[in-house]
């Protein structure tokens, strides 16, 4: 059964750092990985998906790795804003029929 | 284009009553699904439906229903609700199978006393 971890659970950086968020899954047999932007009491933003036979996908400030070998996926934020500031999931497929399995996420909290 | 939309937004209910939450997407999308927010435990999939007329269950289908009344309209029910079912409530859906990006509606805070 497929395991989504991401560490850490929280992180506070100033304002125009770059920073790495980072998710682990346990199985490699993966269709695509997910990631997710949620603000307190909304919904989730759907921020880049990266497929099985990509390696990364860029959307302006972000971009995201996939090393399906070691079971590692990246989100790295270039010159971050308190706008940023958010909490971050990161999902896998958990199998053909397209369901995700998430990670607990990690609350970024940048400071002006 | 509205996406995914979810009603109610709010529900507060007495343990033991009944409601169905409401879920409808534009997208033409096959596949869609139900999860449960709760803090500490992430989202977790209620039941999902791969296409119009099936459904199946995912982690947590205990204490709920659903239907897919046709392509567009994947409806949640709660028979007899119970305090731990106290929860965020998120849609979703996808044009089927695993390769494609989900979205998601935004969510139904349920509360039971």
């Known amino acids: 059964k497929q395991e989504v971890t991401q560490i850490p659970a929280a992180l506070s950086v100033p304002e125009g750092e770059n920073l790495v968020l980072n998710c682990s899954f346990t199985?490699?047999?993966?269709?695509?990985l997910q990631w997710f932007r949620q603000d307190p009491g909304k919904g989730l933003t759907s921020l880049l998906l990266i497929q099985s036979s990509q390696r990364e996908q860029t959307s302006g400030r972000l971009n995201a790795s996939l090393d399906k070998s070691s079971g590692r996926s990246t989100l790295y934020i270039a010159a971050s804003q308190p706008g940023d500031s958010a909490t971050y999931l990161c999902?896998?497929?958990?199998?053909?029929?397209?369901?995700?399995?998430f990670g607990k996420g990690t609350k970024l909290s940048v400071k002006p | 284009n509205a996406g995914v939309t979810q009603t109610p937004k709010f529900q507060v209910l007495k343990t033991g009553q009944s409601m169905t939450l409401q879920c409808a997407q534009d997208?033409?999308?096959?596949?869609m699904y139900w999860y449960r927010q709760d803090p500490g435990m992430g989202l977790r999939l209620i039941y999902y439906?791969?296409?119009?007329?099936?459904?199946d269950k995912g982690e947590v289908p205990n204490g709920y229903n659903v239907s897919r009344l046709n392509k567009r309209e994947f409806s949640l029910r709660l028979e007899s609700a119970a305090p731990s079912q106290t929860s965020v409530y998120f849609c979703?859906?996808?044009?089927?199978?695993?390769?494609?990006?989900?979205?998601f509606g935004p969510g139904t805070r349920l509360t039971v006393t």
């Open positions: 199985d490699s047999a993966i269709y695509n």
């Open positions: 979703a859906s996808n044009s089927g199978g695993g390769s494609y990006e989900q979205y």
């Open positions: 999902a896998s497929e958990g199998g053909s029929q397209g369901n995700l399995i």
């Open positions: 997208m033409n999308h096959n596949s």
């Open positions: 439906s791969a296409s119009e007329g099936t459904t």
